[in-house]
């Protein structure tokens, strides 16, 4: 069973600070993606990364940035925190052959408040 | 024309009865239709999918009707259970295989009461 495991299920942080929310995958899928979901508007695209260095924005990037160092690990980076932030974070991993290669596998999340 | 509309927002069931959850779209490329499933403290996970050569995939009390016409997809779930409360997101993709992006509507929460 593909794992995808973020690391923080709930923070808490002041308005301004610097956030990292950490997202490692076991199956050595080459697509990650980072979305966030809020009640009545389901799941939105924030970036993705086909390869390792690689990173493309999604649907809505502003006020965020990503890095993925290592093809396990993508990392979701919220320079200066604001309240609008203030949500569900979910990461996923995708195969681009095989079985994996149509399967969405999506992480716990991570509930982040901005305060 | 990127968006995926969902209906209802949602749902209260009785065990054993039907649940239909709807979505529509705009862009003809989707190729890929699939739906998720959320519970609780979890992430979604994949429930089934269908591709648009299709119009109907079933698999145990799940459903998928596809409508390409009318360009809409519904998720029907016969016999519901207590155990199929969630949320539920249908989504949408063009060359999906090709490493196409899913676009997913806004959700839907059922609750099937015992």
């Known amino acids: 069973d593909v794992k995808v495991t973020q690391s923080s299920r709930y923070l808490v942080k002041r308005t301004g600070e610097k956030v990292f929310l950490e997202c490692v995958q076991d199956?050595?899928?080459?697509?990650m993606f980072w979305y966030r979901q809020d009640p009545g508007l389901g799941l939105r695209l924030i970036y993705f990364s086909y390869d390792v260095k690689m990173k493309e924005k999604g649907d809505i990037p502003e006020g965020y940035s990503v890095s993925r160092e290592k093809k396990e690990r993508f990392s979701l980076i919220l320079e200066s925190a604001s309240t609008n932030q203030t949500s569900m974070y979910l990461c996923?991993?995708?195969?681009?052959?095989?079985?994996?290669?149509?399967?969405?596998?999506f992480g716990a999340g991570s509930r982040l408040t901005v305060l | 024309q990127q968006q995926v509309k969902q209906s209802p927002q949602s749902l209260i069931v009785q065990k054993g009865g039907i649940s239909i959850i709807n979505c529509a779209y705009e862009n003809t490329a989707f190729d890929y239709f699939p739906w998720y499933q959320q519970f609780p403290g979890k992430g979604p996970a994949l429930l089934i999918a269908i591709r648009p050569d299709v119009s109907e995939k079933k698999e145990g009390r799940f459903t998928i009707s596809f409508n390409k016409s009318a360009k809409q997809f519904s998720l029907h779930i016969m016999d519901s259970q207590p155990g199929d409360s969630a949320t539920y997101f249908c989504?949408?993709?063009?060359?999906?295989?090709?490493?196409?992006?899913?676009?997913f509507g806004q959700g839907t929460e059922l609750s099937v009461k015992p």
């Open positions: 996923a991993s995708r195969g681009t052959a095989g079985s994996g290669a149509n399967v969405l596998t």
């Open positions: 989504a949408a993709s063009w060359g999906y295989n090709q490493g196409g992006k899913l676009i």
């Open positions: 199956m050595d899928h080459e697509n």
